[in-house]
């Protein structure tokens, strides 16, 4: 497959470094890394795991009057 493909500076240094080191073609040097970075497996992730808090209403507050919940805790200017 032909294409046309824009590399960052940095990447084509590299590339054109290997290519010289090697004395292999350009077109062998970025399909040897294209395909050493396609089929190289990334390890694992550990799962995401929530830790769950504890809520609880202050004494004698209950989550069923909000209203009176946000007035206790922020005071009676909370608006």
Known sequence: MRTTLTLD???AKLLEKEHRR???SFKQVVNHY???G????QPARKPFKVKPWNLQ???GQSFDKVEELIEFLEGPYHR
Do not use: N, Y
């Open 38 to 41: 396609l089929t190289t497996k």
């Open 9 to 11: 500076d940095d990447v």
């Open 22 to 24: 090697s004395g292999s």
């Open 34 to 36: 294209l395909r050493l």
């Open 57 to 59: 209403a202050p004494p």
